[in-house]
C-alpha cells in the first residue's frame, strides 16, 4: 500500500507538502501541486480510511447505525456525512 511517505520521496518533497497538496491548501504553488498529484497518481495513491480515523479520531459512519442487540431509537448513533 502506497503512503504519503512515498509520494514525498517520489514527488521531492515533504509530507507535509503532500498532506496540503492533498486536503487542497489554499497556499500550495500550482507548480508544486501539479507535481505531488501527478506522483499520487503514478504510484497509485489512495487515502487510507483507518489511518486517518485513528490520526483524527473521527470515523465515518452510515448515517444511522443501530446498536446490536437493541432496537430502542434511544440506542440509534448519527454521523453526519462530509
Known sequence: ????????RAA???TATVSRVL??????????A?????????????PNRVARSLRTRMVMLSPTLQIRGSSSP???VV???R
Not at 34 to 46: E, F, H, I, N
Open 1 to 8: 500500500m502506497t503512503t504519503i511517505v512515498d509520494v514525498a
Open 23 to 32: 486536503n487542497n491548501h489554499p497556499q500550495v504553488d500550482p507548480r508544486l
Open 74 to 76: 434511544k440506542s440509534r
Open 79 to 81: 454521523a453526519r456525512h
Open 12 to 14: 521531492g518533497v515533504s
Open 34 to 46: 501539479a507535481t505531488v498529484l501527478q506522483a499520487v497518481k503514478d504510484l497509485g495513491y489512495r
